[in-house]
Structures are given as structure tokens and as C-alpha cells.
């Protein structure tokens, strides 16, 4: 199925495969690890690389295209559930990270570094600024097809199934607040009006935050927005985005959700602090009990919602 929905990756598989343009390159990955990325992952093979991967969230992999692919000879580091010992902790561009910082010998035999995540770019360009990086780094986060495309109506199509399989409530009448109005925040805000929702949105870029005017949302600051808010969907890939001062004003059963990147937009850490009781639910939703006597549902324990399976 995954492959019927990547007719640009099948057709290069096809047009150049057995001319094996990748042959001798070892290539190591660190992505969510579905069956999208599987079919990529094939692609390369075909093309002559020689690969390992690894995931970039614990919760992300999809088990049986992580067996499939371990068949078929690809090193994989990678399964769902994977404990905090077992991870590196992920918050965009971690492989190039760890190159840099443990292993700087190796930024010699390195040929490129791709980046996919806004949170990544954000750090490679402190290290480019800082004159740190020294591999050459293709930037895929801005390009076309991933901010215009899968940021703006993939995010938002995968945010409404993921926030759905994990709640199953109504969305149509509640008050949703999106953190953020980039591709991703604009796409998660106009899923949300669709099934609708009465979406207000954050944001502290000036234009960005007039865009969000412009398409007829209500733009506030999230200490307005806590105190309403049913709904709270973090879409920046920055962090500290909810913090427990947010939280304490919350409304009862507030649920709250991460789109951006890592763990760290949501303050989970002070939520599971200030909990007088953790009520878990099923795989991926905890409510969380307050002093006050309101509770806050968390989903993906912070992590991204759209990959919740």
C-alpha cells in the first residue's frame, strides 16, 4: 500500500535501479521507521547503498516493517516501545550531533548529511553559525514538497487520525488552540476548523501571526488561550512551548498533544511532577490528576500524536 503512495520513489527505483547509482555508499539513517520509510529504505538498496537505521522516536516504529526489512538483510536499530536506556534521545538532528561532538573524526569521511526536521535545521544552523559544521548538509526540511506538502496537509490529515485513535471524542464544538502557525501549525488549524473546532492560535512571528488573522482565526497569547482552551496542539519544533504555569489553568480534561518535534514542546516533566495521580488509560493516553481537582489528558506521553499507532 505504502508503495502505491510513493509513485516518485517507485518510478526512480525503476528507472535506476540496475544502473546502481549508490553502490559502495554506506548510508545510516535516523527516522520514524514505517512503511513509508521501509519503501524508501528499499529504494536505496536497489539503487547499491548499503544501509542502517535507526528510529527517531521509541513509539514510531512499526514492528513488522522493521522484521521485513531485517529479512531482507538492512541493519536495523529499532523497535516500538523502546525504553529511555535503549533510545538516544531525539530532538532533530541527533546522528550529526553525535558525529560532531563524539566522533569528529569521522566528519572526514563523510560525503553529506540530509536533514528533515525543523528542530534539526534549527541546530545546524547554530553550528553553522558557531563554524562547527563541517559536513556538507542538504536542507530537506525547506524544500518544496516537504514544507508545502507533507507539513501543511500531511501534519494536518495525521493529526486528526492521531488525535481520534487516541480519544475518540467529538471534535466539532471545542475550543482548539494550535502553538504555531507555520506549515505545520496552518495545515493542524485547518484540520481542525474542517471538523470544526473553534481554532485560536499562537504565535509570536509577526506575519505569521497576521497570516492567522487573515484566515479568519483568533490570535492570542497562550496565557489567554490556557484558560479556554479544550484542545492544545503544539506545532513549532521548539520548546517549552505548555509549561505548568499553562497548565495550572487549564479547564478540566484538557487534552493536550505534541506535532512538532521531540518531547519537549509539552512540559511533561512538571505535569508528571504535579500529578497527585496518573490514571493510564491505554497505550499512549494518561490522565493526569491535579491538586485543584481538574485532570489534563496527555497523548503520546508529549511525543509527536501523528505517529501514534
Not at 535501479?17 to 555508499?25: A, D, T
Request: glycine share 10%; aromatic share 6%; net charge neutral.
Amino acid at each position: 500500500m505504502a508503495e502505491a503512495e510513493m509513485p516518485g520513489v517507485m518510478r526512480l527505483r525503476k528507472i535506476y535501479g540496475l544502473k546502481q547509482l549508490l553502490k559502495g555508499v554506506r548510508l545510516a539513517g535516523c527516522l520514524h521507521l514505517t512503511a513509508q520509510t521501509g519503501v524508501m529504505i528499499e529504494a536505496l538498496r536497489q539503487l547499491g547503498a548499503q544501509v542502517q537505521w535507526s528510529s527517531s522516536n521509541p513509539l514510531s516504529t512499526q514492528d513488522h516493517v522493521a522484521a521485513a526489512l531485517v529479512k531482507n538483510g538492512v541493519s536495523i536499530y529499532a523497535w516500538k516501545g523502546e525504553t529511555e536506556e535503549e533510545k538516544l534521545w531525539y530532538d532533530g538532528c541527533v546522528l550529526t550531533r553525535i558525529i560532531h561532538e563524539k566522533y569528529p573524526h569521522l566528519t572526514r569521511v563523510i560525503h553529506c548529511i540530509s536533514e528533515e526536521t525543523t528542530a534539526g535545521i534549527t541546530q545546524l544552523h547554530i553550528l553553522f553559525n558557531n563554524n562547527q559544521l563541517k559536513v556538507p548538509v542538504i536542507n530537506v526540511n525547506d524544500s518544496v514538497t516537504k514544507s508545502k506538502f507533507d507539513n501543511y496537509y500531511g501534519c494536518g490529515e495525521s493529526l486528526i487520525d492521531g488525535i481520534k485513535r487516541a480519544t475518540d471524542v467529538m471534535i466539532g464544538g471545542k475550543i482548539a488552540v494550535v502553538i504555531g502557525y507555520g506549515n505545520v501549525g496552518k495545515g493542524c488549524a485547518k484540520a481542525l476548523s474542517i471538523y470544526g473546532a473553534r481554532v485560536i492560535v499562537t504565535e509570536i512571528d509577526p506575519i505569521c501571526a497576521l497570516q492567522a488573522v487573515m484566515d479568519g482565526y483568533q490570535v492570542t497569547t497562550m496565557a489567554e488561550a490556557c484558560k479556554i482552551g479544550q484542545i492544545f496542539v503544539s506545532a513549532t519544533g521548539s520548546t517549552g512551548l505548555i509549561r505548568g504555569e499553562h497548565m495550572m489553568k487549564m479547564c478540566d480534561m484538557a487534552i493536550l498533544c505534541n506535532i512538532g518535534s521531540g518531547q519537549t514542546e509539552i512540559d511533561v516533566v512538571w505535569l508528571k511532577a504535579n500529578a497527585v495521580q496518573i490514571e493510564h488509560i491505554k497505550p499512549q493516553v494518561d490522565i493526569y490528576h491535579l491538586l485543584s481537582g481538574r485532570a489534563i489528558i496527555l497523548l503520546v506521553d508529549g511525543r509527536v500524536i501523528n505517529l501514534y499507532k
